[in-house]
Every structure is written in structure tokens, then in C-alpha cells.
């Protein structure tokens, strides 16, 4: 493959990046064949000793968002970032959607469990105004229960859910390491 092969595909996979970063990455690139041209290689031995430039792109897309994931966490930015990461191979789409899923899931239904107890007592005040002769205090007293139990729930699930997607995005961090082959050197 020769030089400009290399940076056409190079560049195709980045045009999700923003130009300063497509030109930043560029003329890093730039400067490994120029290194590489004083050492008197060919751009052929150049271009297959940094590899194949749409996996290139791949882990250089990834690791873009995991950084903006980290600056601002946002479902957006989370989103791109999952996407960024599974992108990096189909191993990923097992190994960091499954578990994506389950804990979206958790969160998802931790919330609807919370926002369910709150408004209980609506449910008594509905039933009540449809069956007035069926109105029990117990029922009262259990809605009121429910709303002080939600209230708890409600506000564990917002640490979680921060605790959860700042793991999330660690974890994510951890499974682009690995299909790199980062932690050999940690």
C-alpha cells in the first residue's frame, strides 16, 4: 500500500472526527513516513508496519469519544462512545452490549420502581373517586408508605445511575485497552 492509499482510507475512517483532529491525526502520521523514508524504507514497509488505517481509524474514533464521554457524560456521548467501542471489533458486540443492556435495564426499571411508588397514592385518590364505597385507610396508609419508600428508591437510583454510567465508561475504557492490546505494557 502505498502512501497516499494509506492516508485516503486513513481518512475515510476518521471523517466522523472533527477537522482539527483529522488534521492533528494527519500530520502525525505524515511525520511516521517521513521517519520512516530517512531510515530508508519503502511506503509500502512504512504503511504495513503501522497497519491497516481503517483499523487505525477505528481505535483513534474510539478513543476520541471515550475522552469526550469522560469531559462531558451525556447519553449522546455515552451512545457514541458504546458504538466507538463495539466498532473496534465483533467480539465487542457480546462482551460490551450485553452488559450495557442489563445495566440500562436495572436503571430503567430502578426508576420505574421509584416513580411507581411516588405515585401510589394518585391510585387510591383514582380508586377511590370510582368505587367510593370501596375506600379503605389501610389502602391510605399503604400509598403513604409507598411514597416515603419511592422517595428513598428514587434517590439511591440517581447515585446509581451516576455511579453506574462513570463504570460504564471506565469498563468501556478497560474493553478498548484490551482489543488494542494496551495491557500487555500495564
Known sequence: MTKDQFFKELQVGLRKLP???QKDIMQDYEEH????????KTEEEIAHSL?????????LLATYHLEKVENTVSTGNIFRAL??????????M???????????????????????F?????LVIVDSILQPSGFAFFQLFMSIL?????????IGMFYLTKFSMKGFVSYLKFNAK???GGLKND
Open 146 to 154: 409507598l411514597v416515603g419508600l419511592g422517595i428513598f428508591i428514587v
Open 178 to 180: 484490551l482489543v488494542k
Open 51 to 59: 497497519g491497516s488505517p481503517q483499523q487505525i481509524a477505528k481505535e
Open 94 to 116: 457480546v462482551i460490551v452490549l450485553g452488559p450495557f443492556i442489563a445495566l440500562v435495564a436495572l436503571i430503567v426499571s430502578g426508576w420505574i420502581v421509584g416513580g411507581s
Open 33 to 40: 513516513f517521513f521517519m520512516g523514508m530517512e531510515e530508508r
Open 83 to 92: 458504538w466507538a467501542v463495539i466498532g473496534l471489533g465483533f467480539f465487542n
Open 19 to 21: 477537522s482539527e483532529e
Open 118 to 122: 411516588i405515585l401510589s397514592p394518585l
